[in-house]
């Protein structure tokens, strides 16, 4: 598309799954295939990067070192100058666009800018880590209802709106994102607020890449194990009874 042509070109929300490029949909991948330009993320796969073509224009937004390359407003802005100069965008992010990605944000700003924008479903790392690590994250023996929650909060909020009672009190599967950074305090504040002991915890880093690593203990020991096994981010901690069917 021309630069001088007022219509503006559309932009696809695309969730590149949880690491393994098999695992994205085939609409995700034509996508890319086809696109102008690319906004990716730190944990979009390199290998589904190199399925777009040679003169795609390819801007990383992710983390650099723990911190942002860009502010959420200033990639919801570029979103915007990007359909301006280009027939297709790519808004690509690691597992669902829509999973504590701010995919939900970036579909407003193009909304209320009057850009065209489609959105694809990724599979989420929210249910691929349990599964990968040989974890269901439902199973009829042991729950009826899973429930998944954040455990690192935007850091401009000045308080949390993290309900640990209603977290603590749910039954069933309780999986946690963006969570290793305050592991040890969370698994705390859960038991403070009445989560079993003994439930059977895991974490599983780096699921559906050559790097999957996983350890299991209880709600009650998995700080430890992780600090022993060495996990860190990006992983998910399971906790619920169906950590019980994990090899
Ligand atoms: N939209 C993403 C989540 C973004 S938040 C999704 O649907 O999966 C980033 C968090 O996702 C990480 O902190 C981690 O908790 C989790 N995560 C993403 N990819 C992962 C992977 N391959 N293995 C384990 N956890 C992952």
Redesign the pocket.
């Known amino acids: 598309m021309k630069a001088e042509d007022k219509t503006p070109g559309k932009v696809c929300l695309v ?1 590149a799954g ?2 393994d490029p098999g695992l994205m949909t085939l609409r995700g991948k034509e996508l890319v295939e086809r696109a102008d330009c690319l906004v990716y993320d730190a ?1 979009v796969p390199a290998s589904v990067l190199a399925w777009a073509s040679p003169d795609c224009e390819k801007i990383y937004v992710g983390k650099r070192s723990g911190v942002h390359a860009m502010p959420q407003s200033q990639i919801n802005e570029l979103l915007v100058t990007c359909a301006s100069r280009h027939a297709c965008t790519v808004r690509l ?5 829509y ?3 701010r995919g939900g944000e970036e579909a407003a700003a193009l909304y209320a800018a009057g850009v065209p924008f489609e959105v694809v479903p ?1 599979i ?3 249910i691929a ?1 349990p599964a990968l690590a040989g974890i269901p994250v439902t199973h009829r023996a042991h729950c009826t209802q899973f429930t998944v929650f954040t455990g690192h909060e935007d850091a401009a909020k000045t308080e949390s709106t993290l309900d640990i009672q209603g977290i603590a009190a749910a039954k069933g599967t309780k999986v946690m ?4 950074s305050r592991l040890r305090r969370t698994l705390d504040a859960l038991l403070e607020a009445g989560q079993d002991a003994d439930t059977p915890a895991a974490a ?6 050559g790097r999957q690593r996983s350890v299991s203990a209880t709600v009650a020991t998995l700080a430890d194990a992780v600090e022993e096994a060495g996990i860190g ?4 901690v399971v906790i619920g009874e169906v950590v019980s069917e994990m090899p």
């Open positions: 969730g949880p690491g944990l992010k690691g597992g669902d666009p999973v504590f990605g990724g989420s790392s929210a880590g994102l963006m969570g290793m599983v880093q780096w699921a559906a890449t981010s990006p992983a998910v």
